[in-house]
């Protein structure tokens, strides 16, 4: 069985239900009290009630890390969720990203990247003028597009309660945040859901009276509402070890939580919502009352707030051809030993690929490390040693590939419609040994705009490249129109001791505007890709507003 990078994210976004009672089961009786054999009810409850935490790091074939650390149980008291804001509040939360991350893992999740699927496309009507107005993608640009290369989001629920009370209460939780975190937000849309918004025709009754739900774009940069995430999630155990630096400052990175402000407000709900769904004429899936209504009552009695949340980045390459081990405590920024939580569990689980050859891990101690050297998983109970230096895993040299760096610059930085870029490309052995059937191209952007031109080469190839040498190409765009233009990645393709590798650089935004003080009005007007977070989500709003706007008309 091959470990995918895409079965690793399952893996870590399973990690609470998975790896946190696979780790307990190794040492058979915890030091929590949970048998290997023990009911997920108990397991369930101790998670919610003392908390849980994981470390998960996958390292890829070509060397490059992704690393998580999730926590879930009661949250640290810098927001106060006894705040009349909160009531009827089924759920809040907020989601940051920077970089690539977010079509990472649609991609390994099983969205499609465009033409539908998660990320749907945009309609023709609204291609941008960088796309040749309705004469763009042939199903309109997708919506990741819109989103941009940073964001970040707070998202909440309120049930059954009037419009304007939910308006008032979610203007009082946004001034929490402001107070608690500094943050400043811009509006992106809200929607009231009731019986009004069902057709007749449909015959479909809701389970509840009303659910109003808030959207609204957070302006911080990426490093402060990572920041904010860990300390609503605590930053004892195995989190207190976490550099957030050492994410915001990756490649690509994303962080959130998602809070619950009264568990047995939602379990309520949740209890009287999918029992009567059937019995009151509304939604007629024979099996989801059933299945809600147990999984409930397998939990034992909670009240008051809890959540869940994560952090992780995917960074370049960080082991090569010359290294012989990787540790988590490098991995997350560490200066100081790995802790476990003073109660309930941690966990700490890496994985490198099949062919790396496993020499030794360290700590290991019989029932209290897992090594599964078919698929090289390890997972350490972490709640069993306590206090560590680090978490490793040994092998030989050249397990890896020599480190190849990629990059793409372009001059000059900004230009005017009319004008015009110099585009050059630089692939770069920095190892210690040599690569061959080297392949680099960058055919993406004539592609995705009609009114552009493009003279040069964009591909490069090298029979081999030693150490230190390098292969480049330079091609020119010409721009007719304002507005930010998304290049694809480049993608290099080599060969290492027999094996083929793969790796690209992201996609990069070049603006062509003149003055430079009308981007932000130029490209809200203009449409899309975006690539700031600030444009991407106003845009997106402004759809949202259109899309309104033809609906009262029709």
């Keep these: 069985m091959k470990i995918a990078t895409k079965h690793a994210l399952a893996l870590s976004l399973l990690v609470f239900l998975m790896v946190v009672p696979a780790a307990v089961a190794a040492g058979g009786q915890s030091d929590v009290g949970i048998r290997a054999t023990g009911e997920m009810d108990e397991l369930v409850g101790t998670i919610l009630t003392e908390g849980a935490d994981a470390l998960f790091a996958n390292i890829d074939e070509a060397g490059q890390p992704l690393v998580i650390y999730g926590r879930a149980g009661v949250p640290t008291s810098v927001i106060d969720f006894s705040d009349p804001a909160f009531d009827n509040c089924i759920a809040f939360g907020v989601v940051s990203a920077r970089g690539e991350i977010v079509k990472i893992l649609a991609e390994q999740l099983g969205a499609a990247s465009q033409g539908g699927g998660m990320l749907a496309p945009v309609p023709d009507s609204l291609v941008a003028q960088q796309f040749g107005g309705d004469q763009g993608f042939s199903e309109g640009p997708d919506l990741s597009f819109l989103l941009g290369d940073e964001f970040s989001i707070l998202a909440a629920l309120y049930l059954n309660v009037d419009s304007a009370t ?293 591909n490069a190839t090298a029979a081999t490249l030693n150490p230190g040498e390098s292969v480049s190409y330079t091609y020119t765009v010409h721009f007719v129109n304002e507005g930010t233009y998304a290049f694809p990645p480049v993608v290099l393709q080599y060969e290492y001791a027999g094996r083929a590798y793969s790796k690209h650089i992201p996609e990069e935004g070049y603006t062509v505007t003149n003055p430079p003080a009308n981007v932000l009005s130029q490209a809200i007007s203009d449409g899309m890709p975006y690539t700031g977070a600030a444009v991407g989500l106003v845009a997106l709003g402004a759809i949202v507003q259109i899309a309104k706007f033809a609906g009262r008309r029709d």
């Excluded at 774009?217 to 630096?245: C, K, M, Y």
């Excluded at 009287?272 to 939990?299: E, V």
């Excluded at 050249?398 to 230009?415: A, D, G, K, N, Q």
């Excluded at 870029?421 to 690569?435: A, F, I, L, S």
């Design 166 to 458: 939910a308006q008032q209460r979610m203007s009082a939780l946004m001034s929490q945040m402001t107070s608690v975190f500094n943050y400043q937000f811009a509006y992106i849309y809200s929607i009231r859901i009731d019986q009004s918004t069902i057709p007749p025709d449909a015959n479909i009754t809701l389970p509840f009276d009303s659910l109003d739900v808030f959207l609204y774009q957070v302006l911080n940069p990426f490093s402060e509402t990572a920041q904010s995430i860990l300390d609503v999630l605590g930053q004892d155990g195995l989190g207190s070890s976490v550099d957030v630096s050492k994410f915001s400052e990756a490649r690509s990175a994303a962080a959130g939580f998602l809070a619950v402000p009264d568990l047995a407000y939602l379990v309520d709900f949740v209890n009287s919502t999918f029992g009567g769904m059937a019995a009151n004429g509304g939604f007629t899936t024979a099996s989801a009352p059933d299945t809600a209504s147990l999984l409930m009552q397998q939990l034992p009695p909670l009240e008051g707030p809890v959540a869940i949340g994560a952090i992780g980045y995917y960074d370049d390459q960080v082991l090569s051809s010359s290294d012989t081990s990787v540790g988590m405590a490098s991995l997350i920024g560490a200066t100081g030993s790995l802790t476990a939580r003073p109660e309930g569990l941690s966990v700490v689980m890496m994985h490198v690929p099949e062919s790396v050859n496993i020499s030794s891990v360290l700590p290991q101690e019989e029932n209290y490390t897992y090594f599964d050297n078919t698929t090289n998983i390890v997972v350490w109970n972490a709640t069993h040693y306590g206090s560590v230096p680090d978490y490793k895993i040994y092998f030989g040299s050249t397990e890896f590939p020599p480190l190849i760096t990629i990059e793409r610059t372009f001059s000059p930085e900004t230009t005017t419609p009319g004008g015009e870029v110099q585009v050059t490309v630089t692939v770069t052995n920095d190892g210690d040994q040599p690569v061959t059937d080297v392949a680099v191209s960058d055919w993406g952007i004539q592609d995705t705009y009609d009114t552009i031109t493009v003279t040069g080469t964009r």
